[in-house]
């Protein structure tokens, strides 16, 4: 191995083994790394440029302008509220009616901010009858991880393999995956009636308090409701017809953020710029940059080539590995810079003869997205739970996640295999 592809890999492990030990932030190492790539010479500033992924980048940055502009109408307050009352106040039925609230506003907007909207509102209805808010965190994290697997915009590693690949759009997405979330969220909402139907108890006075909020007094400014949903439609027709309109779903995302901007005035255009998280903005720079290197140096097709010797390019054991080892995997990693890795990996073993690359996609995706329950750092999602929720003094331990995380991931990657299986080969 020529002494590049060692000092790529060098640079590699060490800025992942400090990624995993969050000792430093994950965006300064990933940005470091990436500079170091350069720095030796593995690649030059133009090639590192050419490795980023722009298509990611704008589509997250569209996405999140607009998720910041609706975040402030009170639209996520009045949904578990009115959901709340749909359920008649009763603890395990809210519980569920905010898994499924959350999965579905993790699938069409972003699993992240979906649960800095929901865990608030918890709090608060968790308050009102008077049970331990845990039960509830825990079923919307897991529902926030299987929600976003449903669509290309629902978690970063879907936004990513969806660049990479230019013929997985927005529609394939929902075509492929959309149909096992749905089994899979029904399977986890009979699991989560099971285990807490007897433990969330609420006496008739509280359940009468929450019976008697105002949902829609929760709505702040209807008007700029109106203007979001409206934008957020137009949004939606735009991925289910950028192939058609030849289209990135980058321009989509970004021509719908700044139109949404020019109908809330230019007052909106600062705090809108404000909530954008530049700081996963620039890991994902950092960690394109670092593949990159990789990819040049020869290191990825080497992985691939091992991967082929391995299942014999057999088209049943293939899928089955990616899928297996993607979700263990993001049980204890990041999955963004596990998928990141995993991208160049699957285009490899495609260039050396292996037929019908779908089944390795989905596969990638499924595994990566659900495989994020596994742990408490397996998904960002999970952390910012975790951490609103020991600001209010009910701490999440890595360990009691894990007690209830790992096994959930565990049937909902069996599912999976199933559904690969049947559906693909």
Aim: hydrophobic share 55%.
């Amino acid at each position: 191995m020529e002494s590049q592809a060692i000092w790529a890999i060098i640079i590699f492990l060490l800025t992942y083994g400090l990624i995993i030990s969050e000792k430093i932030h994950r965006t300064i190492v990933a940005m470091l790394g990436a500079a170091a790539m350069v720095g030796v010479g593995i690649l030059d500033q133009e090639t590192a440029v050419h490795h980023i992924d722009f298509n990611t980048l704008g589509l997250l940055v569209g996405m999140m302008i607009i998720v910041g502009v609706m975040a402030d109408t009170g639209l996520f307050n009045y949904l578990a509220i009115a959901a709340a009352k749909r359920a008649k106040g009763i603890p395990v039925r809210i519980l569920i009616a905010l898994a499924i609230i959350t999965a579905v506003g993790s699938a069409f907007l972003d699993n992240v901010t979906t649960v800095l909207l929901m865990v608030p509102v918890t709090f608060s209805i968790t308050r009102r009858l008077k049970v331990s808010p845990i039960p509830f965190l825990l079923t919307q994290v897991i529902a926030s991880n299987v929600g976003g697997t449903a669509t290309l915009i629902g978690d970063p590693p879907n936004i990513m393999i969806g660049s990479a690949v230019k013929e997985l759009t927005f529609n394939a997405f929902l075509y492929n995956l959309a149909p096992i979330v749905v089994l899979i969220m029904i399977v986890y909402a009979v699991i989560f009636w099971l285990l807490f139907r007897k433990r969330l108890r609420a006496s008739e006075e509280d359940i009468r308090g929450i019976m008697e909020m105002d949902a829609e007094s929760l709505i702040t400014d209807p008007k700029l409701l109106w203007k979001s949903l409206g934008v957020l439609a137009l949004t939606l027709i735009g991925f289910f017809t950028h192939q058609m309109l030849h289209l990135e779903s980058a321009t989509v995302a970004l021509g719908a953020a700044f139109l949404l901007l020019l109908l809330t005035g230019e007052k909106a255009l600062e705090h809108a710029l404000h909530k954008v998280e530049w700081i996963s903005i620039f890991f994902f720079i950092g960690l394109f940059v670092l593949v990159g290197g990789l990819v040049d140096t020869g290191v990825i097709s080497r992985l691939a080539e091992g991967a082929m010797e391995w299942t014999g390019g057999d088209p049943v054991a293939t899928p089955m590995l990616i899928l297996w080892l993607s979700a263990l995997a993001s049980s204890v990693l990041d999955n963004i810079p596990f998928v990141a890795t995993m991208i160049p990996l699957i285009q490899e073993i495609g260039d050396m003869g292996y037929g019908n690359l779908e089944p390795l996609w989905w596969s990638l995706a499924l595994g990566a997205c659900l495989g994020g329950n596994g742990t408490l750092i397996g998904a960002s999602a999970n952390l910012v739970v975790a951490s609103m929720a020991a600001k209010e003094g009910h701490p999440i331990s890595f360990m009691k996640f894990l007690k209830f995380g790992f096994p959930i991931m565990l049937v909902s990657i069996a599912i999976s295999s199933i559904y690969v299986l049947l559906r693909y080969l």
